[in-house]
């Protein structure tokens, strides 16, 4: 995914605007298949173990 980079002068456009105008991409990825809730399961555990870590770390 690349991004444009600018020269520093505009073209009179406003940046959110080009944004709006981006469609959102599909992805094919077959949901029912047991490697994507492999997937899914592993992720959200990960991030669980990030919570209780970054909550702990608050608490100090």
Same mark, same amino acid.
């Given at each position: 995914?690349?991004?444009? &980079? #600018?020269? #520093?002068?505009?073209? =009179? %456009? *406003?940046?959110?605007? *080009?944004?709006q !105008? %981006?469609v959102?991409?599909?992805?094919?990825?077959?949901?029912?298949?047991?490697?994507?809730?492999r997937?899914?399961?592993?992720?959200?555990?990960? /991030?669980?173990k /990030?919570? %209780? %870590? !970054? &909550? =702990?770390? *608050?608490d100090?």
């Open positions: 995914m690349s991004e444009r &980079q #600018g020269s #520093g002068a505009t073209s =009179g %456009k *406003d940046q959110t605007s *080009d944004d !105008k %981006k959102q991409e599909d992805f094919d990825i077959d949901m029912d298949a047991p490697e994507t809730e997937a899914a399961v592993a992720i959200q555990s990960q /991030f669980r /990030f919570q %209780k %870590k !970054k &909550q =702990g770390a *608050d100090s």
